[in-house]
Nanobody
Framework: QVQLVESGGGLVQAGGSLRLSCAAS????????MGWFRQAPGKERAFVAT????????VYADSVKGRFTISRDNAKNQVYLQMNSLKPEDTAVYYC?????????????????WGQGTQVTVSS
């Protein structure tokens, strides 16, 4: 059993930056692929980024390429999402997720464990 808790969300002006953290407990996620998803009101949960178990492989949604960076620190059992050049359309609840296995996935149904989400609001 793995528990995930996101933090770092908040209100930021367009063009600003936020760094989200995902703290894992219960089990080490050093051999888990991790992902970030987001969901805006009235919309489906959308893929943001994934990172494999070693941190050497990452995949990003087209909408965030060049602006967001996913990383992990397995020694601390944490995953991060650095978000730069934020836009109002980035406003959503951001969720951290984990899947058993070394490879990431852009599909939400491939992930076993989910955090509670953290709100990110970008003002114009």
């Amino acid at each position: 059993q793995v528990q995930l808790v996101e933090s770092g969300g908040g209100l930021v002006q367009a063009g600003g930056s936020l760094r989200l953290s995902c703290a894992a407990s219960g089990r080490s996620v050093s051999t888990y692929a991790m992902g970030w998803f987001r969901q805006a009101p009235g919309k489906e949960r959308a893929f943001v980024a994934t990172i494999n178990w070693s941190g050497g492989g990452t995949v990003y949604a087209d909408s965030v390429k060049g602006r967001f960076t996913i990383s992990r620190d397995n020694a601390k059992n944490q995953v991060y999402l650095q978000m730069n050049s934020l836009k109002p359309e980035d406003t959503a609840v951001y969720y951290c997720a984990a899947r058993e296995g070394i490879s990431g996935s852009r599909w939400f149904y491939d992930y076993v464990y989910w955090g509670q989400g953290t709100q990110v609001t970008v003002s114009s």
